[in-house]
């Protein structure tokens, strides 16, 4: 499969970036690691007439801390998620999410922009980008902005983004020491998208759960943050019946469309059980 | 049409030529430069046939465009063996440890290891089966895909093969 013609141009900086997508109009793609856009193309099912490659802009990729956030270039890999030490102590969620996306050789070219931009329900990351609370900065010819996440997916492949945009870097205000976190993901093999997968983030105190915040991936047509279930779990101490309320609130707000991975009954009942599963190995693992 | 000139290391030669921006690298490879040991399989970035190793990394090749890999550094199935012919330890172990049936898989496989390997010497049997991963086999059942790089983890590491083999 051999992708329709288009133009290539590979800017060296985020100002020749936006100016080349404000010029080049809606005919215009940026393109970051490519692994959901090259097939979409090879399929003939998007046929950009330009192409604007990320990959040689040096300012958007990389780790940073900056106050209490975390900073992390647009063009950062999966790959380089997975292996940064300092993200693995402050941000471990980052790692275990990023571990159960797709495979080796696509987590080493697939970014976190590309992953958080693209709005695929599918995605695993904007459920983590949802409940963590983080920010995208977004530049543009005519300036930058900063969206929240949560503000961010409004449908399948609809965003907040505007023609000539493109998100630069992913604000994450750090969580608390001793927190426990759990990325579940339900799937039928590696390289599939989610039948259901839940995020859950949380601290303890004195054995009940102080703060909480629960994320749900591919059970909608956007991703989730799931505040009642949060609200649920939050003063309790992960008592069975607790667990099967905030569960029951977590599948409350999911509408999964039928599919290959299963009826959409099966699939909201699972985003309930991912939700039960990351809540008690989040608990296991909080201080 | 737009067209690109591209110059690159493969397999430790420099490399240049004119592509279209639309050629994909695995095309680039098999046709423009007849390096036909990297394999189109389902040509969907899910079976690692056409896995080759760019700047230190494993790709597949069918989902990259070769404009891309322009300035880089490639290694392909064809750049494994030494130039007087001695095999690379984990050719030698998919031989010895009877890592291939059919070989269609085998260069993307290898070509995987050998990133595998660079990042992790010494793997468990999970560490392999999690990084191999991206790499589908119809023929073997894997278990001896696994043993073959596990004779090469050993070969590598100058620990005695005969026992890995055994």
């Known amino acids: ?287 | 049409m737009s067209k690109h000139q591209v110059t690159l290391q493969v397999n430790g030669k420099t490399v240049a030529a004119e592509v279209e921006a639309r050629t994909l690298l695995i095309h680039f490879l098999r046709e423009q430069l007849n390096l036909t040991g990297p394999h189109i399989g389902c040509d969907t970035s899910h079976c690692g046939a056409c896995t080759v190793d760019l700047n230190g990394r494993s790709v597949k090749s069918c989902t990259l465009f070769a404009v891309q890999a322009g300035g880089g550094e490639l290694l392909t199935i064809e750049g494994m063996a030494a130039p007087d012919g001695t095999l690379h330890a984990l050719q030698e172990g998919f031989r010895e440890m009877h890592g291939l049936q059919c070989g269609f898989c085998t260069p993307g496989m290898i070509m995987r290891g050998y990133r595998l390997l660079k990042e992790n010497p010494n793997p468990s049997e999970d560490d392999i089966r999690f990084g191999i991963a991206g790499n589908l086999c119809r023929c073997t059942g894997y278990q001896n895909i696994v043993k073959a790089i596990q004779y090469a983890a050993a070969k590598l590491s100058g620990a005695s093969v005969k026992e890995a083999a055994e």
């Open chain 1, 1 to 287: 499969m051999i992708p329709g013609s288009f133009a290539y141009h590979r800017p060296k900086s985020i100002a020749e970036a936006v100016a080349l997508l404000a010029d080049l109009g809606d005919q215009a793609r940026p393109l970051a690691g490519g692994h959901s856009l090259i097939p979409m193309m090879k399929l003939r099912l998007a046929m950009p007439e330009h192409l604007v490659d990320l990959g040689r802009i040096a300012e958007i990729k990389g780790i940073r801390a900056e106050g209490g956030d975390i900073v992390i270039g647009a063009m950062t890999t999966q790959h380089e998620l997975i292996v940064d030490a300092g993200l693995a102590g402050k941000l471990p969620i980052l790692r275990e999410t990023a571990l159960a996306i797709a495979d080796p050789q696509v987590r080493y070219v697939g970014t976190l922009g590309g992953n958080v931009a693209n709005g695929d329900p599918g995605n695993d990351m904007p459920a983590v980008m949802l409940f963590l609370g983080a920010t995208y900065h977004v530049a543009a010819k005519r300036g930058e902005r900063r969206i929240a996440a949560r503000d961010f997916y409004q449908g399948a492949y609809f965003t907040a983004l505007e023609p000539g945009e493109m998100v630069t870097a992913i604000r994450i205000p750090v969580p608390p020491a001793g927190h426990g976190h759990a990325y579940e993901k339900l799937k039928r093999k590696i390289g599939d998208y989610a039948t259901a997968a839940a995020a859950v983030i949380l601290t303890l105190k004195q054995g009940r759960v102080a703060t909480c915040s629960i994320g749900l991936t591919n059970v909608s047509e956007t991703p989730l943050w799931a505040e009642e279930a949060a609200k649920i779990a939050t003063g309790s101490t992960l008592d069975a019946a607790t667990v099967k309320k905030a569960a029951a609130a977590a599948e409350a707000i999911t509408s999964p469309a039928a599919d290959n991975r299963g009826p959409a009954a099966y699939r909201k009942k699972m985003a309930g059980v991912m939700v039960a599963r990351a809540l008690a190995r989040a608990q296991s693992r909080a201080a």
